[in-house]
């Protein structure tokens, strides 16, 4: 079960779930987080290029649906199916090692994972890069380590809050943890359902 101490309630939503996570060391606690701390920045101004495109796409989604609904929800249709496509291909380029996807519980205000590395401490800032599927979203910042616990099976478990994250990103993790309760919320009710006779 994940430690859930008094230090680390915040006033978000959390969820429990498996994610992708990459962290570095930030040598330097007082100074600003590197630009490029996992050595893809050459892939940034691709990343703001279909983010820009994105936020166009949903804009004139809005638009459409005003005057042709049908239309709308076509569009929104094929939108999504280039996004799967996107996400098949990120996932046979094989973007993370199977030792990376960890348990982990996430909110907008940080993200709690377990960890060995003794030299993590409470007080030590971290570069993070998560990656939250299905939508293989991939936020990234900086976090400081509030509080090390231990769980009932005996795992050191790292409770963290973000320092620095952008607001793109923010708003990626909290997309991901509404459609992540959403998900619960189905299955749940899908469980508690009532099996047709026959």
Known sequence: MIPNPNEDRRDFFRIHDRIGL?????????ASPPDDPFG???LAPLHDELRRIDQDVRSQLASLAER???LANLMKSFNTKVDTLARIMAFEQNPLQPDRWIEATLGEGGVAFPNNDPQFVAGKRLAVRLTLPPELYRPQ???EIVSVSHDDQGRRWLH???RA???ADRQQIARHVMRSQIR??????ADNSPTPST
């Open 160 to 162: 963290t809050e973000f």
């Open 141 to 143: 910042g900086t976090v």
């Open 165 to 167: 994250l952008e607001d």
């Open 184 to 189: 619960q919320r189905q299955r749940e009710s």
């Open 40 to 42: 893809d920045g050459h």
């Open 22 to 30: 990459e962290i570095r060391s930030v040598a330097d606690e007082h």
């Open 68 to 70: 042709d609904r049908l």
